[in-house]
């Protein structure tokens, strides 16, 4: 098997100051949700209301946390669930929502009342919620952040209604005699449909404040945002919202071709492409410069096209990044769901297939030598968003996930997924602290996650914000060390080997190699380590990446064998020896000549468990 190769030749001998110049700059992306960011209260009562449990605001994102997150190396922020979502708190002039429609008191960030307004919660005066959200954005762009908010166009809540855009609401025109009609803003349930026919009947009868029943719905019914279209959808369904049509029937298979082309007039589009290109416009006229889009894969690539050249018309820089799965039967193409989504416009799409590896070799036996059929994937590879933590996904320092290994699995894992390729990468909030989501806290349960659907504060990221002081001082000398370590593994993958520079995997080369960290009479190399180069031909910048997976064993007398094709395109044959020095705070430096590289290999310095060098390759 030939090692995949995506060095560029023609490297001049030294770097210059206008390679650095050049450098395109690569989101770094720090995602934080507003209701828990800064909320400070520790009462943390099980299903607490507003008042008892606290909730961040967009207030608590002053300029002490944006200038921490700058120094950190982050240069765009992702407020997460800032739009208007259904909810169980009333406010004047907005009262709560049906039980029956909610996830948790709060509410989900993913079941929209409103695409033109913001969450109440989040404001000190909830009837300026725009302005001091319009505020938090100055900030922002003073600071030198850009800011991406969520668009979520699957599905909205089931009790949408949109009071700054009324003549945009969905739904308000829809022929309900119908399942499906292009204009249509929704899938209406026909009588003869499964569940048993009208009312709808949702599977909350029985909890709190609950008797299955939504009164809007007592007759019309409507298709669910995961596409089950039942009068009677199950607790496992996303029952709180409503499907979007798009102008396709998704009960008639994934054949899109029908939709119009990108350059179509908006007269000619589905009714719900144009109202979603006016919600599009109104954030980016209100100077959010990007997008981090919902479970974009069900949504037909026709509409992206059209709807992401328009918001380029309008900003060119704007930035788009696609949550997708290829392996959700809902996805609307045949081919890969990831490069269709690229194809149709996105700078970027998740990188769900790597974390799902860097998981598994933790709790499903897999070796980090899986990763490298990851890096066969063309342009995808440079465009994946990668990350370690998200809202969807469980903590690292959970003690039921990652093995049970504490915060410290995060080195390894988000070193070599920060480092592998030029993409955006991000950090979720809490993760630079260890933050556990140990227990429950309402409607999310005890799932490893820190619950997006209720009021509640973070227990060890609280200790960060120290009482809105945002300095750390109640950190664990441990805590402080790991936050310190993102920041230079942040600032270390902006330079210009990482954010435009090529990947050289050295796994596949090393499986004979018996010092490549084998434990415990393995045969073959690679289960627990991982190593890889990363190059930049025009700065002549490179780096050698290596990650000890192992949670208890540290991996003595390891070396590693760069072969011959790899040590021309880095184009140091008149280099003798190649000095490794690493930039992630260990104060390693090591040399090793040229003519052990292929064969007996560099040695490196003894890998303690869960740990990570970024080895800047430089003359001695």
């Known amino acids: 098997m030939m090692q995949r190769l995506w060095f560029t030749l023609g490297c001049m001998a030294a770097m210059t100051a206008q390679s650095h110049a050049e450098r395109p700059q690569r989101p770094v992306i ?28 967009f207030a608590d994102i002053n300029d002490a946390v944006l200038s921490s997150l700058r120094e950190m190396g982050f240069n765009h922020l992702w407020l997460t669930g800032v739009l208007e979502q259904a909810s169980g708190t009333s406010h004047p002039g907005r009262p709560a929502d049906d039980p029956d429609i909610l996830k948790g008191i709060a509410g989900s960030p993913y079941a929209i009342k409103d695409y033109f307004d913001v969450c109440p919660d989040y404001a000190v005066d909830p009837a300026k919620r725009l302005d001091e959200f319009k505020q938090l954005l100055e900030r922002c762009r003073r600071l030198g952040l850009k800011v991406l908010i969520d668009f979520v166009p699957n599905h909205v809540a089931r009790s949408y209604a949109s009071d700054v855009r009324p003549d945009l609401s969905f739904g308000v025109h829809d022929d309900t005699t119908v399942f499906f009609h292009r204009d249509n803003h929704f899938f209406h349930l026909q009588p003869y449909h499964p569940g048993g026919g009208p009312p709808l009947r949702l599977p909350t009868d029985g909890k709190p404040g609950c008797d299955g029943r939504f009164d809007p719905e007592a007759s019309v019914g409507r298709v669910t945002g ?26 008639r298979g994934r054949d899109t071709s029908h939709l119009p082309r990108s350059g179509a007039p908006p007269e000619d589009v589905p009714r719900t492409w144009r109202t979603m ?14 997008f981090r889009v919902d479970m974009a894969h069900m949504v037909p690539m026709e509409f992206w096209r059209w709807v992401v050249n328009r918001c380029r018309s ?13 392996n959700d039967p809902a996805k609307l193409t045949d081919g890969h769901v990831l490069d269709a989504l690229l194809e149709a416009g996105f700078d970027s799409v998740y990188d769900d297939p790597s974390y799902d590896i860097l998981e598994g070799i933790y709790d499903d036996g897999k070796w980090a030598n899986d990763l490298d059929p990851l890096t066969f994937t063309g342009d995808r590879f440079h465009k994946s968003l990668r990350y370690a933590e998200n809202h969807d996904e469980v903590r690292l320092a959970n003690p039921k996930v990652w093995g049970g290994h504490g915060m410290k699995v995060g080195i390894p894992a988000s070193a070599v997924l920060f480092a592998m390729g030029r993409g955006p990468v991000m950090l979720y909030h809490g993760q630079e602290v260890g933050e556990p989501a140990v227990g429950a806290e309402g409607f999310g349960g005890d799932d490893g996650r820190t619950s997006i659907f209720d009021y509640g504060s973070m227990p060890e990221f609280v200790k960060w914000v120290n009482g809105g002081r945002y300095d750390g001082g109640r950190l664990s000398q441990a805590q402080k060390n790991l936050r310190a370590w993102y920041g230079r593994l942040m600032g270390a993958v902006n330079d210009p080997a990482f954010t435009r520079g090529d990947f050289y995997g050295l796994n596949h080369f090393n499986k004979p190699n018996p010092s490549f960290g084998r434990v415990g009479g393995e045969s073959v190399s690679g289960h627990w380590l991982y190593a890889f180069l990363r190059h930049d031909a025009k700065s002549c910048r490179a780096f050698l990446v290596v990650a000890n997976f192992h949670p208890q064993e540290t991996l003595c007398g390891v070396r590693i064998r760069i072969p011959d094709d790899a040590q021309s395109l880095l184009t140091r044959e008149s280099v003798d020896p190649w000095r490794f020095t690493d930039q992630l705070g260990s104060g390693w430096s090591g040399t090793s000549s040229r003519a052990a590289l292929a064969g007996e290999g560099a040695a490196m310095p003894d890998l303690p468990p869960c740990s990570a060098l970024l080895l800047e390759i430089g003359n001695p």
């Open 30 to 57: 720090y995602q934080l949700m507003v209701r828990t960011f800064g909320n400070a209260n520790e009462t943390r009562k099980f299903n607490g209301t507003l008042a008892e449990n606290g909730c961040g605001r």
């Open 226 to 251: 995961n596409n089950v279209v039942s009068w009677s959808p199950s607790i496992h369904d996303w029952y709180e919202t409503v499907k979007l049509n798009y102008g396709h029937d998704f009960t």
């Open 277 to 290: 290109d006016e919600v599009l416009a109104y954030w980016q006229n209100l100077g959010v410069d990007g």
């Open 314 to 326: 309008r900003n060119p820089g704007v930035f788009f990044t696609a949550e997708a799965y290829d």
